[in-house]
């Protein structure tokens, strides 16, 4: 494989916006609907989430990974294990390998959220 290959498979520009939704009702015995968007490949998940007013994803743990969330509007709320948290855009919170997390959208407009779950590599 030439070098220009190798540099094409390791920069990749990923159009989310252009990936068909997917719309899970209660995801993970949460409430509402949440919106996808998910591109994945060998290397992670990357994902476009988007919950409806009052919706939520149920909580779960991550047992062999973990998960980054990016917001890019106003705060809004996630809850990692007991603890409630809010959050202001262009902000992360990260739910480590092994701890429960939600997310839940207590604002009155939609919220949508980057997620993004690295697998193991080598």
Same mark, same amino acid.
């Given at each position: 494989?030439? !070098?220009?290959?190798?540099?094409?498979?390791?920069?990749?520009?990923? #159009?989310?916006?252009?990936?068909?939704?997917?719309?899970?009702?209660?995801?993970?015995?949460?409430?509402?609907?949440?919106?996808?968007?998910? $591109?994945?490949?060998? +290397?992670?998940?990357?994902?476009?989430?988007?919950?409806?007013?009052?919706?939520? *994803?149920?909580?779960?743990?991550?047992?062999?990974? +973990?998960?980054? $969330?990016? !917001?890019?509007?106003?705060?809004?709320?996630?809850?990692?294990?007991?603890?409630?948290?809010?959050?202001?855009?262009?902000?992360? *919170?990260?739910?480590?390998?092994?701890?429960?997390?939600?997310?839940?959208?207590?604002?009155?407009?939609?919220?949508?959220? $980057?997620?993004?779950?690295? #697998?193991?590599?080598?």
């Amino acid at each position: 494989m030439t !070098a220009e290959k190798s540099e094409r498979k390791a920069i990749m520009e990923i #159009k989310l916006h252009d990936i068909p939704e997917q719309i899970v009702h209660c995801m993970r015995d949460g409430k509402g609907d949440t919106h996808k968007q998910t $591109f994945e490949d060998d +290397y992670a998940r990357i994902m476009i989430i988007t919950l409806d007013p009052g919706a939520s *994803i149920g909580p779960h743990t991550h047992e062999t990974n +973990y998960e980054i $969330f990016m !917001a890019s509007v106003e705060p809004e709320r996630c809850c990692m294990k007991a603890r409630k948290s809010r959050w202001l855009p262009a902000s992360a *919170i990260t739910a480590r390998k092994g701890h429960n997390h939600s997310l839940v959208n207590s604002g009155s407009e939609p919220l949508s959220v $980057f997620a993004i779950i690295p #697998k193991r590599v080598g």
